[in-house]
């Protein structure tokens, strides 16, 4: 008896060895090209340095720690087990608690046009346009849900035979998983509440951005003063009211360079700038890109002649 329980505890340790080994590493970033993902682990991811977007979708999820994510002009609580989807041309930022890190995972599809993306796109449409862009998975799904991002970091590692095939199975199988759980929670639970003022004020830019827009101006139809009200919109949003601005005017032009063949000056025009030049400015230091650049990225079918 004592032999076949020494067996037993040989085994499990084995067995956590095993285990161990196969574990991604506590940081991780794996870019490929093939498979079309960017694949991150981060053990101590801190606060966004600023709100940004990007050219492709991205899926994030909270594997420890929690954070407060502004998703374009809405706030939600991430916590552990929470996963958010974020599509193309979406203004976001994670804010930690002070001084706090948190676990992160991230997936990034590099080129939304691929063949690879083409099947799980309206999956991914459907979980943006009926749910909540944050969905909180419960105990028993968490498990499944990370074991799934330590599976695809490791296929991504390994590189074994059929690995790309194996990967976008995962992946697909995350998002529809994530899209079960919305559809049992309840729309909006995991939103939190901005100052009505603010919150008003949100929806009075997203009609207006193309109009000549200034601090005094936004303030007046608050009935508060200038100084006053930078103040609680910074508090409230945690980016100062001329980057928000900015940032929504940044975030039309994506929409129209992905749709649209309409010249780079005349969007520019459309979405409130004063200047070609300002625009290109700003657009680079947002996306990290040209707007030419963006548009080749996200609008195939546009050839400049």
């Not at 300002?278 to 650049?293: A, K, N, S, V, W």
Request: aromatic share 12%; with cysteine.
């Amino acid at each position: 008896m004592r032999k076949k329980v020494v067996q037993l505890l040989s085994n499990y340790e084995k067995n956590v060895q095993i285990l161990f080994i196969v574990m991604l590493p506590p940081d991780i970033r794996i870019e490929d090209e093939v498979c079309n993902l960017r694949f991150i682990r981060k053990s101590r991811a801190t606060t966004n340095p600023e709100r940004h977007f990007h050219s492709s979708w991205e899926f994030l999820y909270v594997a420890s720690g929690s954070r407060t994510f502004f998703y374009r002009s809405a706030t939600y609580a991430m916590g552990e087990g929470a996963i958010a989807i974020i599509p193309p041309g979406i203004l976001h930022r994670g804010l930690n608690q002070k001084g706090e890190t948190c676990e992160l995972y991230n997936i990034y599809v590099l080129d939304q046009n691929n063949p690879l993306f083409s099947s799980l796109l309206p999956l991914c449409v459907s979980w943006v346009e009926q749910h909540d862009p944050v969905i909180q998975f419960d105990e028993k799904s968490r498990y499944e849900v990370e074991s799934l991002f330590q599976s695809m970091g490791m296929e991504l590692q390994r590189k074994e035979p059929w690995y790309v095939q194996v990967v976008w199975a995962q992946l697909a199988l995350l998002v529809a998983l994530s899209c079960r759980s919305a559809a049992q929670a309840q729309r909006g639970t995991g939103q939190q509440q901005l100052d009505p003022r603010i919150q008003e004020t949100l929806h009075w830019i997203d009609l207006h951005y193309a109009e000549p827009i200034d601090l005094e101006r936004v303030a007046q139809q608050t009935s508060m003063s200038p100084a006053y009200f930078s103040k609680l919109f910074y508090r409230t949003t945690q980016i100062h009211f001329h980057e928000y601005l900015a940032s929504v005017r940044i975030q039309r032009a994506c929409s129209l360079l992905a749709t649209t063949r309409e010249p780079v000056y005349r969007i520019a025009e459309r979405c409130g700038f004063g200047s070609v030049t300002q625009f290109g400015r700003l657009f680079r230091q947002l996306t990290g890109q040209h707007p030419l650049e963006y548009r080749r990225k996200t609008n195939p079918q546009y050839t400049s002649t």
